[in-house]
């Protein structure tokens, strides 16, 4: 049973910095990309930040966080991490992470493989 476990989010003033962990099972952690979503009110859900599988560490940013976030993993422990600096109001959203098929470096859309989300870790950006 996949599980994903979303944590590190709070409340920070802009220009602030947090630091997102995802703790996965279930799963063969080492076959998937991670991807790293984030849902705003009033917004469709998006792909922030990818890294590929395995010992390939090449990483996708959307144009929005690229310079600013930063996604790393431990394969050791199955964990993704995603290092967010110089926060904006803009940034305010539940993040999400998820398994994905393949992480794009060109922006191509991300596509889960597993139907299931986590509870996600709000991220709330005062200005």
């Known amino acids: 049973e996949v599980q994903l476990v979303e944590s590190g989010g709070g409340l920070v003033q802009a220009g602030g910095s947090l630091r997102l962990s995802c703790a996965a099972s279930?799963?063969?952690?080492?076959?998937?990309?991670i991807g790293w979503f984030r849902h705003a009110p009033g917004k469709e859900r998006e792909g922030v930040s990818c890294?590929?599988?395995?010992?390939?560490?090449?990483?996708y940013y959307t144009n929005s966080v690229r310079g600013r976030f930063t996604i790393s993993k431990d394969n050791a422990k199955n964990m993704v991490y995603l290092q967010m600096n110089s926060l904006k109001p803009e940034d305010t959203a539940v993040y999400y992470c998820?398994?994905?098929?393949?992480?794009?470096?060109?922006?191509?859309?991300?596509?889960?493989?597993?139907?299931?989300w986590g509870q996600g870790t709000q991220v709330t950006v005062s200005s």
């Open positions: 279930g799963f063969t952690f080492d076959d998937y990309a």
């Open positions: 890294i590929r599988s395995g010992r390939d560490d090449n990483t």
């Open positions: 998820a398994p994905l098929y393949y992480c794009s470096l060109y922006g191509a859309p991300f596509r889960k493989a597993y139907d299931y």
